[in-house]
């Protein structure tokens, strides 16, 4: 049987990693969107995209 993923269950350095990740990717995300509009670039839009999607997980604890 396949035991279920908690937050709970993870290790300590990984909890630290996801604390950061929740409280930079907001940040960049509006700096790159900002960025986007003034230099719009093929990869600017997927990595803005891409932030989004990160942004989105973090929030809704997907991540």
Known sequence: MRRRFTTH???????????VAVQ????????HG???IFFPTTFDVLLLGILILIACAVHLDWF
Not at 10 to 18: G, N
Not at 24 to 31: G, K, N, R, S, Y
């Open 9 to 19: 269950s993870l290790q300590p350095w990984l909890k630290q990693v996801r604390l």
């Open 34 to 36: 900002i960025r986007t």
């Open 24 to 31: 930079v990717v907001l940040p960049i995300t509006i700096f």
